[in-house]
């Protein structure tokens, strides 16, 4: 089983956490794909090079999110990433393929090949085995248009392909805030911080 030093838990906002993740390892690398790229590799940049912190056993992102889909205050788990707002269709590749990279998978799939994770400690973390899709980007979404995903956020994609290229499980749990529509920056900004206890308790609480 995982213990609290082998997990890195990364989150976007202090707000998101209202100071309940204090006791565990947290990198908070603000909004946005880039912030969270940045950030997160330059913490496992850090261990690679075998400097202190070592390097984690697993990445878990912690954070909101909005879904069509789902009802406001589910907390859900999400083991596949696209980025929703890459868009080079008009050179013929597919909505969310990022061109002229290899290998060009368009989904980013951490459900059956959890890396070096086997399948004993990965069911210990993920308690609630949706695996769902989460699309990232860099808009908030307040149209409806969840496109090809579970849920909508602004960084969980980033953070996954950071993992994969490093090697490094990684899993993602998001507590939905809003349905995606017009009233979402709202609904967003109500509910920030409502989710963190039941991450704690349906989460953390397996990690000793």
Known sequence: MFGKDDILIVCALEQETEGQLEDYQTLYTGVGKVNATFKLTQRLHS???HYLPLMPELVINYGTAGSKKLPIGELVDCTRFIQRDMDATSMGFFRGQTPFESPNNMVLDFRNKPLNVDWGREHHINTIKKHLVCGTGDNFVDDG???MCDVV?????ALAKVCYHY?????SFKYITDNANESSSKDWEDNLSDGITEFVEKVLRKIK
């Not at 956020?153 to 994609?157: I, N, Q, R, S, T």
């Not at 090697?167 to 899993?171: K, N, Y």
């Open 145 to 147: 248009n969840n496109w």
């Open 47 to 49: 261990s690679h090079l």
């Open 153 to 157: 956020d602004m960084e969980a994609y």
């Open 167 to 171: 090697d490094v499980p990684f899993i």
